[in-house]
């Protein structure tokens, strides 16, 4: 019997001390890296933007395309090498968009590449359809980093337009939920909203902010599409209006006139015995 413990641990040993080896060289690997090729990689796999429902006011938008390296942080500003692959960008720079300062901040590992779009020069409309811009990045060496890891996070396609979609709201079986409180989808239906739900800044200033930290500054992250935590709000302010504009004969014509299709069938908010709050 002692000899067949004796082989035992003479078999165990070596496996023991393997394995101890192959720990403490992967944690080594993963901890150090390559001081003399600092690399650099996008973050963010969909890049997308859109005006959609921006009051009209704001002509500009500048949309940090996010960045990491895989080095030493630095006290000094850093920049980023990149370049435009004209093969699947239709944007014209100077005309649709503008570059700012790619950096990577000082004290940290996380960078951007600031694109500007610029408004007025992005066509298309309700009546002809809007053109869908694309710009194409790809990162390329300077004298501070090297692109890493693989190809695909090298490149990245940033999409832009001035078109006004369907809010990105899902049911829990993830198909897109619109409330029946507006009727049935349509563009205008969400300008508006839009436009009410930023009046109540003005009326109730704690709730908006509050609103606007959970949702979105244009309520894109609703969860479900539902408002239960200020149903009351959005009904005396935004439905109940949205209503009440919609269903005004005097806005009618206005209203196709630019949205020809548009279905007038946003219902009454509020039930028969429902009074309105005050």
Partial sequence: MKIINICKYAFVAPLILLATSLFTSCDEEYLVFDTNNPGIYFTKDTLEYSFSVTPAEIKRYTYNVPVKIMAATSKEMRTIGYEVNPEYTNAIEGVHYEFGDAVILPDSINGFIPVTFIRE???????????????????????????????????????????????????????????????????????????????IEQLQPETYYKMVEEYGENLENVPYGYFTKYEVTMKKYVFNPLYIFTNDPANRENILQEFPDYPFDIPNPYDVDDDPIN
């Fill in 121 to 199: 020069n992005l066509e298309g409309s309700y009546a002809t359809g809007y053109t869908r811009y694309s710009l194409c990045l790809e990162l390329v060496d300077n004298e501070f980093f090297a692109p890493t890891l693989d190809s695909l996070n090298q490149v990245r396609i940033l999409r832009f337009d001035n078109a006004v979609e369907q809010p990105a709201w899902y049911t829990a079986h993830g198909t897109k939920h619109w409330p029946e409180e507006l009727g049935s989808w349509h563009p205008y239906t969400f300008i508006k909203m839009i436009e009410y739900f930023h009046l």
